[in-house]
């Protein structure tokens, strides 16, 4: 089969070619999960309180509930005995509290009806009558209902990765199940005669596949649920038949390498065999200028090139945008930080320069690129915190400049 032809591709702004993927990517569907499943799962309601928390006024310590009036002249020299009306464990609920007595009350219980105080055990002594030393303030270690979250308030906004304190959060409101979002179901193909797997014998002009697994481990941290289909032979019957048959079980493909001129690069005939429409197939941007994404059916293609870093550059900036899209997240964060070394290379394009973002001990953020700055690096991928975004069109950058960095992971 006659290749289309590739040659002539005009570039989409990075920004624009965001946008298109924003457009073509559908609302993600929910699924209600047991809250035990929860973890990790990308939240797909507001978490509201549904009640003040703490629901009752409580007691933050083991003492006694008293009336902070009958101890209005307790001291040192002249302490008050009260005799101990009856003891209330956390969980009960006793008759209120009498005038000139105490309750004996343990952390968590409910503060008993006509109470204003609690003193806490260490500071007196105890038998059945209580004799203390002091005058409480009125309110004296109490733990308010709602002084913790009031009814109605907004805790945890949809689109959270749900972490262990949401977690604890859901549980506080009752949730024995949350509504999650359904984690996309992605294929990922590697393409190229010259790939091997790891573990398998590699020959003269070999190499290890190695762009796979650095996608199927990026979309799995953006909540994704990844799939592999294996290394595809250059070819472009193999490469069509296999991209058709994971489309009927895929929200989205991704496939890196095969999306660029070369003799034997056949994702774009695929897409056009697929009848595919091709949301871009250039962008002005470094590394990465093919990366082509195309839809059909509402599945999206990835094609994103086989070189490491662009790969690495297009799976963040692409499948990240359709998964946040589908989730209703905001964007990853972008910080200004000082460049740490000279960047002399001009930039005729936007480029994405793997970085690592630290702060140094006068608390300034500062950025080194995480290694050498090619598109087929692979060395700079393993410490990348962060993507430094080089606005196109403008020349070398200087250390000490300020620079734009997408933040990927943690500091
Ligand atoms: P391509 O985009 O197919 O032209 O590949 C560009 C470069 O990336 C070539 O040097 C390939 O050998 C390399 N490459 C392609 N796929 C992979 C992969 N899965 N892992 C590592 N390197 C790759
Ligand atoms: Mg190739």
New binding site residues.
């Given amino acids: 089969m006659e290749k289309v032809s590739t040659l002539f591709r005009k570039p989409l702004a990075v920004d624009e070619a965001v946008i298109r993927v924003q457009e073509a990517t559908g609302k993600g569907r929910t699924e209600t999960v047991p809250l035990y499943r929860a973890n990790g799962r990308i939240l797909a309601m507001d978490l509201i309180a549904t009640h003040d928390v703490p629901a009752f006024n409580k007691s933050p310590y083991d003492g006694f509930a008293v009336r902070s009036a009958d101890l209005l002249r307790a001291s040192r020299d002249e302490p008050v005995t009260l005799p101990v009306q009856y003891v209330q464990g956390a969980g009960h609920v006793g008759e209120p509290l009498r005038e000139g007595q105490a309750i004996r009350i343990m952390t968590g219980a409910k503060i008993p009806a006509g109470a204003d105080a609690v003193v806490m055990l260490e500071l007196v002594q105890a038998d059945e009558r209580v004799v203390t030393f002091k005058r409480p303030a009125r309110d004296a270690n109490i733990s308010y209902r709602g002084e913790d979250m009031a009814t109605g308030t907004n805790i945890v906004d949809r689109g959270t990765r749900i972490n262990p304190g949401v977690i604890a959060l859901l549980a506080t409101f009752g949730y024995e199940q949350v509504d999650v979002y359904v984690k996309p179901h992605i294929t990922v193909f ?3 005669d ?2 091997v797997e790891p573990g398998q014998k590699k020959a003269d002009g070999q ?6 697994y650095m996608i199927l481990a990026q979309i799995e941290a953006l909540g994704g649920a990844a799939t592999y289909g294996g290394i595809l032979p250059d070819t472009f019957a193999s490469t069509k038949q296999a991209i058709a048959e994971a489309l009927q079980t895929s929200d989205a493909i991704v496939t ?5 001129v ?1 003799d034997f ?1 056949y994702l774009p005939d695929v897409y056009d065999a697929l009848g595919a429409t091709v949301l871009f197939n250039k962008v002005g941007m470094r590394p990465g200028s ?1 990366t082509t994404v195309a839809h059909v059916e509402n599945r999206l293609l990835f094609g994103l ?4 870093s662009a790969c690495f550059v297009g799976t963040e900036l692409f499948v990240g945008t359709y998964m946040k899209t589908l989730f209703g997240q905001a964007e990853r964060p972008v910080i200004l930080a000082e460049l740490g070394v000279d960047f002399p290379k001009p930039n005729p394009f936007d480029r994405f320069v793997r970085g690592h973002v630290t702060i140094d001990a006068t608390g300034q953020t500062v950025v080194h690129p995480s290694g050498k700055d090619k598109s ?1 690096i692979v060395s700079s991928l393993a410490t990348c915190n962060a993507l430094i975004h080089l606005p196109g069109g403008t020349r070398g950058f200087q250390k000490g400049d300020s620079v734009r960095c997408r933040i990927i992971d943690q500091l």
């Fill in positions: 590697a393409t190229g010259e790939l190499i290890y596949n190695s762009n796979a890196t390498g095969g999306v660029s070369g690069d093919v090139s086989g070189n490491p087929g």
